[in-house]
């Protein structure tokens, strides 16, 4: 059974990058023909696509934020991982990871990390 | 991009009641809608995929229809697990994104 964590800073700085890892258990990331990816919501909102990759390593970004996401897969620690630059209040949210069908959904999903962008 | 509109925001009922939750595409999306359900605290857990299809586990009370731009989710005999919110998600761009709905919140009356 496939189990996702998330890991990374619960608190961030405006300007700075936020930088999450998703490590995955009970399925390798680079042998699956799934596709991974993150998923936030602010507080008391509802919930926003970030990016996905697939398992070769394509990925598909946001276009909101495609200038400043990057999403990337360690395969030899079966994680991966989210960047996101230029942080400001509005990032401030609950980070998900998820892992995906190729049909969009997911039954999978990490318990989720608060992110909180202050100075 | 395609936007989701879910109807109402949020609903009062009792244990026992029927329920119905709207999701309206801004677009022809087929069937390629799923519903989720969130407690607070935890992440959203898949109910039904492909309008209609339970995922595994999911007490058949839940129910899902539509296809186009409009779809129902029909929760019947209520029970005091099922007070939850409620996301649709459509998955017709899919890779190139996904959209999910505001949410509808389901409180106890």
């Known amino acids: 059974q496939v189990q996702l964590q998330e890991s990374g800073p619960g608190l961030v700085k405006p300007s700075e990058a936020l930088s999450l890892t998703c490590s995955v258990s009970?399925?390798?990331?680079?042998?699956?023909?799934?596709?991974w990816g993150w998923i936030r919501q602010a507080p008391g909102k509802g919930l926003d696509w970030i990016g996905f990759?697939?398992?070769?390593?394509?990925?598909y970004y946001n276009p909101s934020l495609n200038s400043r996401v990057t999403i990337s897969v360690d395969t030899s620690k079966n994680q991966f991982s989210l960047n996101l630059t230029a942080v400001t209040a509005a990032d401030t949210a609950v980070y998900y990871c998820?892992?995906?069908?190729?049909?969009?959904?997911?039954?999978?999903w990490g318990q989720g990390t608060l992110v909180i962008v202050s100075s | 991009d395609i936007q989701m509109t879910q109807s109402p925001s949020s609903v009062s009922a009792s244990v026992g009641d029927r329920v119905t939750i709207t999701c309206r595409a801004s677009?022809?999306?087929?069937?390629?809608l799923a519903w989720y359900q969130q407690k607070p605290g935890k992440a959203p857990k898949l109910l039904i995929y492909?309008?209609?299809n339970l995922q595994s586990g999911v007490p058949s009370r839940f129910s899902g229809s539509g296809a186009g731009t409009d779809f129902t989710l029909t929760i019947s005999n209520l029970q005091p697990e099922d007070f939850a919110t409620y996301y649709c998600q459509q998955a017709n761009s899919f890779p190139r994104g996904i959209t999910f709905g505001q949410g509808t919140r389901l409180e106890i009356k």
């Open positions: 009970g399925v390798s990331i680079s042998r699956s023909h799934y596709y």
């Open positions: 492909e309008v209609s």
């Open positions: 998820a892992r995906l069908l190729s049909s969009g959904y997911s039954a999978s």
């Open positions: 677009q022809d999306i087929s069937t390629w």
């Open positions: 990759i697939y398992y070769s390593g394509s990925t």
